[in-house]
């Protein structure tokens, strides 16, 4: 399909609504109107909106709508766009993209077209389509927060002027090589290197200050683990206040992971339950501990959700020091079957070292407080993320391992002597100009931009 064909596609959710928006953009987006008995519209420097009726060929009335054009100057994707803001009657949608779809050079968008269209007109960067892939998918606060900065070009502007820096120290080196058989003055040298070290500790302490945004995009891993009957699914349908996992006093109900998302404090937590730990001969019930185990080490915190009522609970505990967990906080559940003597008695007795290197929560979920104290400990938890901090952070994988690329070109042309090996100096400032660039999209990322529109919806 050819990228000089006009498309053109619904914008809006599909379904019945008051207002619908139909976007086309292309060469003849603005001249298509004729088709629908609209002509003498004049579309100069600025974007004009005006109230009109559409008709078909035989004068038959499809909608009053307001149209909004844009001239390709000053539109989101660098083509002339029309909007038909219509009624939102799928009968009135449906009339007017069969009417496109007849006229010639017409053709609908693809997923993600008219936003990868804005890309090769130099109208977004390749970071701030990332943020607006995110900014579609966010659920909670902080996620709108953290999209709309990368969204609006922060983060892209910073990834720029580095870039900016490179090209300047390469253009110097150049000269150094240039002039290979005349003694340079050693102030440039030394310039040289030191900018090189400035700039590597500037990309690194971006990388530092965006430790936690893959978390805030993806949603924080937190996984609740303990023995049967100990009360993990009613914890997790408090939490979600819907019945999401299956409660029963039969040990072994739960024999899979269940996993949640919910919104806790603008933060978007992904709560799974486990299977109960204890001895079984059930082949399920065993795969589905060792999936628990498996899960919870690779969990951003565990709860350690223990009956506090029970005989065992201390050697659970036990069992679970062996467990390679990154963080976790202990949960003393069913705390109202005891008094408060006993319950202190029994913290004090525990010789299990997680108990002793973190403070427990003791709960009772008969109750609504134990809901109540759970998200105050665990918003406390998580404070840590905060996206007002700093709003340039990197927020994939992907752009911190292209970072630490750079930072490893310049640390190996920082070890060079500038003046003794130009070439290769040159040489590693190329690869480490060409990494940002990949980000920046100023290198060939057609990989990377067929995986990002594809998230998109059609008329985006």
Known sequence: MSVNDTIYAL?????????AIIRISGLNAHGVLIHFGISNLIVEDKPIAEYHRLKTADGLIVDDVMLVLFPSKSSPTGENITEIQCHGSPAVIQSILSHLAGIEGM????????????????????????????????????QHQQAINIMTGKLSARLKLYRETLISLSSKLEAVIDFSDEELPEEIIGELSLNMHKLKNQILSLIEDSKYSEQIREGVKITLVGPVNAGKSTILNALAQREVAIVSSVAGTTRDVIEVKLDLGGISVIFNDTAGIRKTEDVIEIEGIERAKSVAESSDLTLLVLDLSGLDWEKTLSQLESWKLSKYLVLLNKADLLSE????????NCKSSLLRTSSPL????????????LIKRLTELLSFINVTNNDVRLTRSWHKTTCLAVCNA????????????????????????????????????DDLLDNIFSSFCIGK
């Open 410 to 445: 310049l640390e190996r042309a920082i070890t060079l002597d500038s003046k003794e090996h130009p070439e290769i100096v040159a040489e590693e400032l190329r690869l480490a100009c060409n990494a940002l660039g990949r980000l920046t999209g100023q290198v060939a990322v």
């Open 341 to 348: 003597d006993e319950i202190e008695k029994k913290i004090k």
């Open 107 to 142: 053709r609908p968008a693809q997923q993600g077209e008219f936003s990868r269209r804005s890309f090769n007109n130099g109208k977004v960067g390749l970071i701030d389509l990332e943020g607006l892939s995110d900014l579609i998918e966010a659920q909670t606060l902080y």
């Open 362 to 373: 003791v709960v009772s979920f008969h109750e609504k407080s134990g809901q109540e104290l």
């Open 11 to 19: 914008a809006t959710p599909p379904g019945q609504s008051a207002i």
